[in-house]
C-alpha cells in the first residue's frame, strides 16, 4: 500500500467572487477597491469590483431552508419568514454607500506616524449600490413590534467569530429602534441583481449613513427586545478607544465621516506638461457634500473642484479638477470636502487604537514623468 499522496487540504479561500488585481487589492479574508477601477464608471459601484469585508468566509446558503427568525420579547407575534414571503412585501430602493469603520486605516501609520491595529485599508473599504429589498421597520410591524421594545439585533449566518481564542459567536450589532423604524432596509438585491454571496445572499441588512458593521450580512435571525441588548461588536469594537475618549470608550459608532478620494491609482504615473482631468468621489455620512477643493502643495493653497451630482445624499458627490503639473518628479495630491453641516477633513485626525473613522485629508503620491 502506501504511495498514494494524501488529498491536498485546501482551506475554500473566505470570498467567493474573483478578485483580479487590477480592481482589488487583498488583505487576509477582506478585499478592497482600488480606486482607478472607479474612473469613467457612473454613480454606482458593479458589483464584480464592491469592496468585501469579511470576519470570516462567505457562507453558501440554500434558499429552500433559509428563514429569517423574528423572535424577542419586543415581539407580540414572533413568526420565521420565507424568501417568498419577504419578497412578496412592498419593495423599496435606496442607493447608499456601505463603508467599513476602519476604511483609511492605514493613513493612521503613513501620514501620522502611530499605526491602528486592524485591516490597513486604504480608501477602497466603501462602495455605493443600489439596494433593494423590504423595510425592516415593514417586517417588524408584521412581527407584531411592542411601543415599548428598545433594540434590534440581527445575526449573520457567517461561521462564527474567533478572535484570539475567544469564540464571539455570529456577527452580530444591535440597532436602537428608532433607527430600525427609520431608513433601514433589508435588501435581496444589489444593483439588479440577486444579493451576490459575498455581500450578503439571500439578504442583508442596509443601515445607510452608518458605519458598515451595522448592514449584518446573510441574516437569519433578528432578536428584538424590551431591554438593551449588546454583543462584542457593540462593546469591545466598533467604538472609540485612546486618547480622547472616555476610560471604557465612546459610544458605539454609528455614523460615517467625511472622505474624499482620487480615482487615480496608488502610486499614480502621469506625464508632465499637459492638462490631466483628475477626477474623484468625496462622501459623508451626516449630510450631503456640498464643496470639494483640492491642492497640490500639501494644503499651501486650495482650488474648487467641480462637482456632479449632487443629489445623492447617502452615497457620494463625483468631482473632477483640472491639473497641469509643470515639473518632473515626485508630487502630493489632496482632495478635502466639506457637507451641508459643515463637517470637513482636517490635515491630522485625533488618534484612535482600533484605527476608526479617519476623516483627515489623504496624501496621494503621483509621480509625473517627462
Ligand atoms: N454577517 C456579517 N455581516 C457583516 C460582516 C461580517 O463579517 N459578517 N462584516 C461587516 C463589515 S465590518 C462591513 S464593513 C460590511 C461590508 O459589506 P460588504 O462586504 O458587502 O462590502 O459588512 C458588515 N456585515
Ligand atoms: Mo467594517
Redesign the pocket.
Known amino acids: 500500500m502506501g504511495d498514494i499522496p494524501p488529498l491536498a487540504q485546501s482551506t475554500p479561500f473566505p470570498i467567493i467572487k474573483p478578485l483580479p488585481p487590477d480592481l482589488f487589492a487583498v488583505h487576509g479574508a ?1 478585499a478592497e477597491m482600488r480606486w482607478e477601477a472607479m474612473r469613467g464608471q457612473g454613480h454606482l459601484v458593479p458589483n464584480d469590483r ?7 468566509a462567505t457562507p453558501l446558503i440554500d434558499l429552500t431552508t433559509w428563514r429569517l427568525r423574528l423572535h424577542g420579547s419586543g415581539l407580540r407575534s414572533p413568526r420565521d419568514l420565507t424568501y417568498a414571503d419577504l419578497l412578496a412585501l412592498p419593495a423599496t430602493t435606496v442607493d447608499c454607500a ?4 476602519g476604511n483609511g486605516r492605514s493613513f493612521f501609520g503613513t501620514q501620522q506616524g502611530r499605526p491602528a491595529a486592524g485591516t490597513p485599508w486604504r480608501l477602497g ?1 466603501i ?1 455605493v449600490a443600489r439596494w433593494r429589498g423590504v423595510r425592516l421597520s415593514a417586517v417588524l410591524a408584521l412581527a407584531g413590534l411592542r411601543g415599548d421594545a428598545v433594540d434590534v439585533l440581527p ?4 461561521p462564527e ?1 474567533v478572535d484570539g481564542g475567544v469564540n464571539l459567536g ?2 452580530r450589532r444591535p440597532l436602537p429602534v428608532a433607527k430600525a423604524l427609520g431608513d433601514v432596509l433589508l435588501a435581496y438585491e444589489m444593483n439588479g441583481e440577486p444579493l451576490p454571496p ?3 445572499f439571500p439578504v ?1 441588512v442596509v443601515v445607510p449613513g452608518w ?3 451595522a ?5 437569519g435571525d433578528i432578536e428584538v427586545s424590551t431591554t438593551p441588548l449588546s454583543s462584542p461588536w457593540s462593546t469591545g469594537m466598533y467604538r472609540m478607544f485612546g486618547p480622547g475618549s472616555p476610560p471604557g470608550g465612546g459610544p458605539p459608532l454609528t455614523t460615517q465621516v467625511v472622505k474624499s478620494a482620487f480615482e487615480l491609482p496608488w502610486e499614480a504615473v502621469l506625464p508632465a506638461g499637459r492638462a490631466h482631468l483628475l477626477s474623484g468621489r468625496s462622501w459623508s455620512g451626516t449630510g450631503r457634500v456640498t464643496r470639494v477643493e483640492v491642492s497640490d502643495d500639501r494644503g499651501a493653497s486650495w482650488r474648487p473642484a467641480r462637482v456632479r451630482d449632487t443629489g445623492h445624499s447617502a452615497a457620494w458627490v463625483l468631482w473632477d479638477a483640472e491639473w497641469t503639473p509643470a515639473r518632473p518628479g515626485p508630487h502630493t495630491l489632496m482632495a478635502r470636502a466639506t457637507d451641508e453641516t459643515g463637517a470637513g477633513q482636517p490635515l491630522r485626525t485625533a488618534y484612535n487604537t482600533m484605527g476608526y473613522l479617519f476623516d483627515a485629508i489623504v496624501e496621494h503620491p503621483v509621480t509625473v514623468v517627462s
Open positions: 477582506s464592491f469592496f468585501v469585508r469579511n470576519h470570516t456601505i463603508e467599513c469603520a473599504g462602495g445575526s449573520g449566518l457567517d467569530y455570529h456577527v459575498d455581500h450578503g442583508r458605519t458598515g458593521i448592514s449584518v450580512k446573510w441574516v
